[in-house]
Nanobody, 119 residues
Framework: QVQVVESGGGLVQAGGSLRLSCTASGSGFSIDTMGWYRQAPGKQREMVAR???????YYADAVKGRVTISRDNTKNTVYLQMNSLRPEDTAVYYC?????????????WGQGTQVTVSS
């Protein structure tokens, strides 16, 4: 019903910036919340940023002040602007969308995009 595709990952030097994009496509759904998660090798997946349908934002302590999440409702797209990147930000970043179809809420995940920050 819903397809989620991320883009924007890559290799950057410490202190650099990246902008990740995530677009949900399909039909018969509306978006409740959108968020970004990341997982580094040997570590559990963690929430990076989350944006609710009421425009409330949440950020992990590790990225506060360096990351901004935003969305374009007309395009069903969520963005993650990352600045002042650090090597510890290296991870696979996953987009998560909680979508509603009728009375049913379902979580959808993108395939992930690699972010590598070199020192």
């Amino acid at each position: 019903q819903v397809q989620v595709v991320e883009s924007g990952g890559g290799l950057v030097q410490a202190g650099g910036s990246l902008r990740l994009s995530c677009t949900a496509s399909g039909s018969g759904f509306s978006i409740d919340t959108m968020g970004w998660y990341r997982q580094a090798p040997g570590k559990q997946r963690e929430m990076v940023a989350r944006l609710t349908g009421h425009s409330s934002t949440y950020y992990a302590d590790a990225v506060k002040g360096r990351v901004t999440i935003s969305r374009d409702n007309t395009k069903n797209t969520v963005y993650l602007q990352m600045n002042s990147l650090r090597p510890e930000d290296t991870a696979v970043y996953y987009c998560n969308i909680r979508a509603r179809s009728g009375l049913v809420f379902t979580n959808y995940w993108g395939q992930g995009t690699q972010v590598t920050v070199s020192s």
